[in-house]
């Protein structure tokens, strides 16, 4: 019976040969970028560094909003909706409770 081992860089390799294959290889490095100057400016921000720390946290915040703009996008709509639903239904339930008819 084998034992398999691990080999942790040639999966590395197999990944990024992958993503570079499919072009998506820029699209997460540019996510890793700006999750990573995120991070230094709470690090930042721990440390005392404060100016700073919120300087970097802010650009990696907006680093990030710029690259999950295709998931924040549709989400807000869905949130909208179900606010709304849930405010006219709320509307209703409470108008007719209350005695004053509409």
Known sequence: ???????VPAIVLVVLGALILFGKFGS??????AA????????GVKTGKTFLGWLLM???GC???????WLIGP???????????????????SSSRSGFGG
């Open 1 to 7: 019976m084998r034992i398999m081992k691990l080999n």
């Open 28 to 33: 997460v490095v540019g996510f890793l970028f």
């Open 36 to 43: 990573a100057i995120f991070a230094l400016g709470y690090y």
């Open 58 to 60: 802010i650009v990696g």
């Open 63 to 69: 680093m990030l909003m710029a690259k999950l703009s």
């Open 75 to 93: 989400l807000l709509g869905i949130v909208l909706i179900a606010a709304g639903v849930i405010w006219i239904s709320g509307k209703k339930s």
